[in-house]
């Protein structure tokens, strides 16, 4: 590794940083590519997923001088973040802690567990969009009570799956 060799934030074009990834293993010293394990939105439920920690952006520890315009105009590649024209050099220490927090480039963020008489809301099956309250966690963190607070429902109970709420927000 070059003394001149530091850690530069790389903006990707959208969806392309696995693929800018790839490509500037072959041109440059080191890259690191977060990745965020977490819940989301999928086809309408909540699933868990896999992307970017930081959306459009990957870190490339490379020397400046010698692979600026080889970084700055690989295809997919929308520029090096910069203060005005000069690219800033990011602390080894932020790359550093973003790689300790996770375990092979994936950092998982565990929501802690809900407590009784915490709000949330319904997030899939024929009750989604309705405001709850958590009751208790039955057999496990598999399956919740929850009491609905829709006036209609004058505190039904409803036993969902864990996946199905989450906080309110």
Aim: hydrophobic share 45%.
């Amino acid at each position: 590794m070059s003394a001149e060799s530091n850690w530069y934030l790389i903006r990707t074009k959208i969806g392309k940083e696995r693929w800018v990834r790839d490509q500037l293993k072959t041109t440059v010293t080191e890259v690191f590519l977060p990745m965020l394990r977490a819940k989301a939105p999928r086809w309408g439920r909540m699933a868990m997923g896999v992307g970017p920690l930081f959306p459009c952006y990957l870190f490339a520890r490379f020397d400046l001088e010698a692979r600026y315009f080889d970084v700055k105009y690989m295809a997919g590649v929308r520029g090096i973040v910069s203060a005005g024209v000069d690219p800033i050099a990011v602390p080894d220490a932020i790359v550093a802690e973003i790689r300790r927090r996770g375990v092979d480039d994936v950092v998982e963020i565990v929501e802690p567990p809900l407590d009784a008489g915490q709000r949330v809301t319904i997030v899939e099956g024929p009750f989604r969009g309705f405001e709850a309250i958590f009751d208790r966690y039955l057999s496990g963190a598999e399956r919740v009570a929850i009491l609905l607070s829709a006036v209609e429902a004058n505190g039904l109970r409803v036993v969902l799956p864990a996946g199905a709420v989450a906080r309110s927000r």
